[in-house]
Nanobody
Framework: QVQLQESGPGLVKASQTLSLTCTVS??????????WSWIRQPPGKGLEWMGA???????NYNPALKSRTAISRDTSKNHFTLRLSSVTPEDTAGYYC??????????????WGKGTLVTVSP
């Protein structure tokens, strides 16, 4: 079973770059039938899909965040990363990495990390 764990600083200063890592176990990010996403939830607000990287390395981003978002991967370490530049306090949120299964049999099934809270200080 795929397991995911987010890691990175819990506090980032405004104007800096937020950087998080998702460590994947139980499956390879290159061979597992997953669409690897970053999703966030600001306090009191709904979930917001930020972007994703496929098992082949192709990326897609939420147009609202595309200019500030970069998702990459390190296949040797079996993890993928999120970088969100020029952060403001509005970027304070719980950040989650996920696997969305893309096999025909289980299409749409999700696996989530436990999430990590990132606070952006003024």
């Amino acid at each position: 079973q795929v397991q995911l764990q987010e890691s990175g600083p819990g506090l980032v200063k405004a104007s800096q770059t937020l950087s998080l890592t998702c460590t994947v176990s139980g499956g390879s990010i290159t061979t597992s039938s997953c669409y690897w996403s970053w999703i966030r939830q600001p306090p009191g607000k709904g979930l917001e899909w930020m972007g994703a990287i496929s098992s082949s390395g192709n990326t897609n981003y939420n147009p609202a965040l595309k200019s500030r978002t970069a998702i990459s991967r390190d296949t040797s370490k079996n993890h993928f990363t999120l970088r969100l530049s020029s952060v403001t306090p509005e970027d304070t949120a719980g950040y989650y990495c996920t696997c969305t299964v893309v096999t025909p049999q289980s299409y749409g099934m999700d696996y989530w990390g436990k999430g990590t809270l990132v606070t952006v200080s003024p």
